[in-house]
């Protein structure tokens, strides 16, 4: 049997500990993407700007950076 596989099997064994697992990783997006929009919000509104850049950049950057890390904390769970 594969480590993968022998790891699917073991995890499927603990629903609490999968469950604080997702979780946390729907938490550290709900943070990512909260506070990068936030600080887009910000800086629009004191540099007077007419079309919302600052939060349309950083909500996207937030995005990015969020599937990075839920992509890379998926990868660990797995292995």
Known sequence: MSKKKKNLKENKKKPLKNWL????????MLI???GSVWLGIYLDESQAT???IFTL???LLGVFI???QVISS????LD
Not at 21 to 28: E, K, V
Not at 74 to 77: E, Q, R, S, V, Y
């Open 21 to 28: 697992f997702f979780s946390g990783i729907a938490l550290q």
């Open 32 to 34: 990512v993407i909260g």
């Open 50 to 52: 007419n079309f919302p």
């Open 57 to 59: 950049a950083l909500s």
């Open 66 to 68: 969020a599937l990075y």
């Open 74 to 77: 998926l990868k660990k769970f």
